[in-house]
């Protein structure tokens, strides 16, 4: 079985600032992970995603995340936040050996002040 | 890159009428498609795996006679809400996996959603 645990589900960042976003995960088997966007009434955007190979990944509109095993962490950053990253951001997992659907995270709001 | 195509993007309904959702893959070929329901605030709720010429898999507690899900091609997947209440009502959203497990491609790409409103 699988979880993915959002810490915080409203994150507030001033503009510039370090934008930080925490996932932790459980899971049997080493784990796809993947961070999506979604802004209001929309579907859901993905911004980076871990299979294999290199832990750091970098994603698109700056964000990046570190998959470390041994915390079994999923965390999301991006060194300067713009008033367009002000969406809600879901942290999911997914099994590759059962070719298994997504389990999302709860999500965070991510606010960001001027 | 990969994209989903979902329509109508908002629909409203009386009461006791079906509503049909589709969910199209544009420039690849869908087995596997997704349908989650989404209420405000909340996170994603997986409501049934879609597998190309075979019937869905429902998760628990979702009622497959209520939520039809037809799945007849590898771009095209279709969700009927039937009967539906003011309690339907909700935000839906489809994905399509992309790929095999172990791929570079692997991934799921989501379509825009369905806001759905039952009066």
């Known amino acids: 079985a699988q979880s993915v645990t959002q810490l915080g589900s409203h994150v507030s960042v001033s503009e510039g600032a370090l934008v930080l976003l925490r996932c932790n995960y459980s899971s049997s088997v080493p784990p796809y992970l993947f961070w999506y966007v979604q802004y209001p009434n929309q579907g859901l955007q993905l911004l980076l995603k871990?299979?294999?190979?290199?832990?750091l990944v970098k994603g698109i509109n700056g964000f990046e995340a570190e998959f470390k095993k041994s915390e079994t962490s999923f965390h999301l950053t991006k060194p300067s936040a713009h008033m367009s990253d002000a969406a809600e951001y879901f942290c999911?997992?997914?099994?590759?050996?059962?070719?298994?659907?997504?389990?999302f995270g709860a999500g965070t709001q991510v606010v960001v002040t001027p | 890159g990969a994209v989903v195509s979902q329509h109508p993007s908002r629909v409203i309904c009386k009461s006791g009428t079906s509503v049909k959702i589709e969910c199209r893959s544009l420039?690849?070929?869908?087995?596997?498609m997704f349908w989650y329901r989404q209420f405000p605030k909340q996170s994603l709720m997986l409501m049934a795996t879609s597998n190309e010429g075979s019937k869905a898999t429902y998760e628990q507690g979702v009622e497959k006679d209520k939520f039809l899900i037809n799945h007849a091609s590898l771009t095209l997947s279709t969700l009927t809400v039937t009967s539906a209440h003011p309690e339907d009502s909700s935000f839906y959203i489809c994905?399509?996996?992309?790929?095999?497990?172990?791929?570079?491609?692997?991934?799921?790409?989501f379509g825009s959603g369905t806001r759905l409103t039952v009066v």
């Open positions: 420039d690849f070929q869908a087995t596997t």
């Open positions: 871990y299979t294999t190979g290199a832990t």
């Open positions: 999911a997992v997914s099994d590759p050996d059962s070719w298994g659907k997504l389990q």
């Open positions: 994905s399509a996996r992309e790929s095999t497990p172990y791929q570079r491609n692997y991934g799921y790409t």
